[in-house]
């Protein structure tokens, strides 16, 4: 049987797991921003060293020195250091740089300022060249990305053509189906229909129409017409002003032969 003091060393352990766990959270989460220092008059130090970078950050256009060693950086966006001229001191060892086509531009710009890097940095992957320093990387290792950037660029093109034919052809239908004329051809043998005839008749007029014809057919002369053909027909009349409120409003026209 627990008692009231077993139970108040277990809560306390449990809050002391869960303080701990937090603590730890929040260590990791939260990224350190860099120290800067000043170096005499003209100058700036910004030391961003083991704060688990995975990429650089923005800094001041007065850097002078800069210290990117021991974090997680995979490689440098191309022309992030072209924008610190006044750059005389860099440390980028200790990173897991991932030597692939991304690294080329880190590998020109080290090529061309060897004299301000304070240590090489090396490739942490692919395996091939694991622990070989960036700028060991020759004109041939990069020779495929050429063509991969050739590709990429080839493909963008196709796809923005077929986007804008398709648009063009889109904008062409509308305008063609704006400017369509549509012509009904009206047999004399029609004009004697009722003018809810040009809709859709409801099933029992259909019925009815139907089975009246059915008995003219049989006997005309002696039946007659029934009661839904004794109908006045259309007015001829107003048949021109039917055609003109079509024509004007739906663009359809409609001729009698």
Aim: contains cysteine; proline residues 4%.
């Amino acid at each position: 049987m627990m008692t009231f003091k077993d139970d108040w060393h277990s809560g306390r352990m449990i809050f002391s797991l869960s303080f701990v766990f937090f603590h730890v959270l929040v260590t990791h989460s939260i990224i350190k921003p860099c120290h800067c220092s000043t170096l005499g008059p003209a100058g700036l130090v910004v030391n961003c060293s083991a704060l688990n970078l995975v990429e650089v950050p923005n800094l001041p256009s007065d850097t002078t020195e800069l210290h990117l060693q021991n974090n997680r950086l995979t490689s440098v966006s191309p022309g992030l250091f072209d924008r610190y001229t006044g750059l005389n001191k860099v440390s980028l060892s200790k990173n897991p740089f991932h030597c692939d086509c991304q690294i080329h531009y880190l590998r020109n710009w080290l090529l061309k300022n060897r004299a301000i890097v304070l240590k090489e940095p090396v490739c942490f992957s692919p395996s091939s060249v694991s622990n070989k320093a960036i700028t060991e990387l020759s004109d041939d290792y990069f020779s495929h990305c050429a063509v991969a950037n050739c590709t990429n660029g080839i493909y963008n093109i196709i796809i923005g053509v077929a986007l804008c034919c398709l648009i063009v052809l889109l904008l062409w239908s509308l305008s063609l189906a704006r400017n369509s004329n549509f012509t009904l051809d009206i047999d004399e043998r029609h004009s004697g229909f009722e003018a809810d005839s040009l809709r859709s008749l409801k099933p029992k007029h259909r019925k009815r129409l139907h089975t009246g014809l059915s008995e003219v057919s049989v006997d005309s002369e002696s039946l007659g017409h029934t009661e839904d053909l004794e109908r006045p027909l259309l007015n001829m009349e107003l048949l021109p002003q039917v055609l003109d409120a079509l024509h004007k409003k739906h663009n359809i026209k409609i001729k009698a032969t």
